[in-house]
């Protein structure tokens, strides 16, 4: 199965990045992909955190959404749609849930941000719990015979999360800051490949935003043995690698370190 990681660099006009979202997914379809995944907050990023509330979809309603089953269904696409503002339990929180797509159009999965980011080094400061309801499910689904298991961002922090899912597929779309992703991104995502066997498709926000944000980009897709596939450091656009059962299968069985676990 082709797979493609669609990169971004979004800003607070979510109909202008609706459409590029849609463009993008129609250069993955077009390239031969099957499974197209978006950024972390491919929709909107805005001038202010709290930007997210006014455009909050109820699930299974809305523009954003409309946009990703439409997608799916008239491309033929598994759409994994990066992350989108969700009503949460409070008038004032949202949930960064990513929904999931199938070539019907059906939504077939979704997973909210299990781990919230805040980072705070003197000249930046970032603190997610202001506006975001944490999740606490995590989420696999299955596309084609492949096990995929999503998370997103900052999850990638936490090993723990991947390990239950048995997955031959992680998605981590992503909006990393310029200075943790320079240090840490590529690291992260070449690691959890190794340790859980698997490919990684991990799609990006990747550039400076109109409100001054620079991310780090380099939206990339990783093998099972820690290779990196095909990667863009900044910029829109879409990188492509083929997903090879055949791989999955030969590394597991030269180094089959996931039967030899002993704790859990």
């Not at 950024?39 to 455009?55: N, T």
């Not at 990703?68 to 949930?95: H, S, Y």
């Not at 093998?223 to 299968?249: I, K, M, S």
Request: overall charge neutral; hydrophobic content about 40%.
């Amino acid at each position: 199965m082709k797979i493609a990681a669609c990169q971004m660099v979004s800003g607070p006009d979510v109909a202008a990045n609706l459409t590029t979202a849609r463009r993008l997914l129609e250069q993955a379809a077009a390239q031969g992909a099957r499974l197209a995944a978006l950024p972390e907050y491919f929709c909107l990023i805005g001038q202010h955190d709290r930007d997210k509330l006014a455009i909050a979809e109820p699930l299974g309603e809305g523009p954003m959404q409309a946009m990703l089953a439409t997608a799916a269904r008239e491309l033929g696409l598994w759409v994994i749609g990066g992350t989108l503002p969700l009503k949460g339990d409070a008038p004032d929180r949202v949930r960064n849930a990513t929904l999931v797509f199938a070539p019907s159009g059906e939504r077939v999965a979704r997973y909210d941000k299990i781990h919230l980011f805040a980072f705070d080094n003197g000249r930046e400061s970032y603190d997610e719990g202001r506006v975001l309801e944490a999740g606490a499910t995590p989420t696999a689904f299955d596309a084609e015979g492949l096990r995929v298991g999503l998370s997103v961002c900052y999850d990638l922090r936490f090993p723990e999360l991947y390990r239950g899912y048995g997955a031959d597929l992680l998605a981590v779309p992503a909006a990393f800051t310029y200075t943790t992703g320079e240090k840490h991104w590529e690291l992260l995502l070449r690691a959890r490949a190794v340790e859980n066997q698997c490919y990684v498709i991990a799609p990006a926000q990747g550039g400076t935003h109109p409100n001054g944000r620079r991310t780090w980009g380099h939206s990339m897709i990783v093998d099972p043995w820690g290779e990196v596939l095909a990667v863009r450091p900044e910029g829109e656009g879409v990188v492509l690698a083929e997903l090879d059962p055949a791989r999955l299968g030969q590394v597991r069985q030269q180094l089959p370190a996931l039967r030899h676990r002993r704790l859990s």
